[in-house]
């Protein structure tokens, strides 16, 4: 698609569309502007996060500042991470081989 086409399927800001990213090239000097979508456990622009705020004001941002994992908590990151070192526990790439390996 023509970088018209790319910006136009983007959500705009008051001062234009807002890259994710910005990633550069000096073999060819130019940048070219990443996009990607939104991921639902953002603590700084997911739904959740936003609506929250939308919802609680200055209530919710005492929380988020005064609460170290209170985002984290509320947009289901923390769960995610606990979900993710729970699978690599089951999973036993860190199992003692070495320890018995080094002790033969």
Do not use: W
């Not at 990213?21 to 639902?40: E, K, N, P, V, Y």
Request: aromatic residues 10%; charged residues 25%; glycine residues 10%.
């Amino acid at each position: 698609p023509t970088e018209g086409a790319r910006a136009a399927t983007c959500d705009e800001s008051p001062l234009g569309v807002v890259p994710h990213q910005i990633r550069g090239a000096l073999s060819f000097f130019r940048t070219d502007c990443m996009l990607g979508r939104a991921f639902g456990k953002c603590t700084a622009c997911s739904a959740t996060v936003t609506d929250a705020y939308a919802a609680r004001g200055f209530d919710f941002l005492l929380d988020a500042f005064n609460g170290g994992d209170y985002l984290e908590e509320l947009t289901g990151l923390a769960q995610m991470h606990r979900e993710a070192e729970a699978a690599l526990e089951d999973v036993g790439f860190f199992e003692d081989d070495e320890d018995e390996a080094m002790s033969e």
